[in-house]
């Protein structure tokens, strides 16, 4: 050992170009090496998510949670999976075995098992497998809210959804941002509010209005019954775009050959669906 470090105390410009090098070289690789700031991370976890618009918790947890559950039990490397039904959404969560030599042969295998899944309700959509990454773990929060001035909001519900669109496009034009996901958005529905007494001087059933809101809105995603007052409330989304299109939809023909329309038997409001969860920033 002494032979060693005398070696080197006698060649002290070999020794001051070799720290100088060494040095040199520490500091190229920490300038090219490649560095994240938030470095995307497996948990090891799959969700598949479900939506079935208009279905109770118990049809969606019959019809669509169960029949997903009995393809994945047959799938190899799963430790645990849990299934959340509510209404028109179901979510399962399947948890990687970490002993899983291949955890990605898993994640095929579980898309497979969904694939496979038979008998889904026509009216659900393909169900969405996604694991669940760092990458998919919100990195800044934004929220967007009305001001309120001398006890009214200087914007509308409408405006200020118009709004929150407008800001969620100019993120998306910016370098790095991959994926915006919403909370708290309520999209646009038409409320029904059929009158009892025009009905009845009209000679139209309920079950008529419905049938011609169906046929004539691709789209419809179910209705809402409520008896209280004006009867009833229909909720309608897609090929009808305006409170006029619902209020012209015709419903039959009456003696004298003129059409009975929606309007002419029913109220009609543009307001939005209601609210699953509220979304709180700062209480």
């Known amino acids: 050992m002494a032979a ?22 520490g500091g190229v690789i920490a ?44 799938v190899d490397g799963i430790k645990e999976f849990r299934s959340t039904s509510v209404e028109n959404l179901s979510v399962v969560t399947v948890t990687i075995d970490p002993d899983e030599d291949d955890p990605q042969k898993v994640i095929d295998d579980i898309r497979s098992a969904v694939d496979r899944t038979e008998d889904l309700p026509d009216d659900a959509e393909t169900p969405i497998v996604a694991e669940l990454t760092s990458s998919r773990t919100p990195v800044i929060e934004v929220s967007v809210s009305r001001i309120k001035k001398d006890g009214s909001f200087l914007l509308t519900e409408k405006e200020l959804r118009d709004q929150a669109q407008i800001l969620e496009d100019q993120l998306l034009h910016i370098d790095g941002v991959a994926r915006i996901a919403r909370r708290g958005w309520q999209d646009i ?58 209020r012209q939809v015709p419903i039959r023909g009456n003696d004298v050959g003129a059409l009975v329309r929606v309007g002419d038997v029913a109220r009609v409001l543009e307001t939005f669906e209601e609210a699953d969860y509220i979304e709180k920033t700062r209480g």
């Open 4 to 25: 060693f470090i005398e070696y080197f105390l006698n060649r002290s410009l070999f020794v001051n170009l070799l720290t100088i090098a060494i040095v040199l070289f």
């Open 31 to 74: 300038l090219t090496m490649n560095r994240e700031a938030f470095p995307n991370i497996d948990f090891d976890i799959v969700n598949i998510q479900t939506v079935y618009p208009g279905a109770a918790p118990l049809e969606v947890e019959k019809l669509v949670t169960n029949p997903i559950e009995d393809q994945i039990k047959e």
């Open 189 to 246: 529905e038409y409320q029904v509010r059929v009158n009892p007494g025009l009905m009845n001087d009209k000679y139209v059933s309920l079950g008529q209005i419905i049938q011609s809101l169906q046929n004539r809105n691709v789209n419809f995603p179910g209705g809402e019954v409520v008896n209280q007052g004006d009867a009833l409330v229909i909720r309608t989304v897609g090929e009808l775009e305006t409170v006029e299109e619902v």
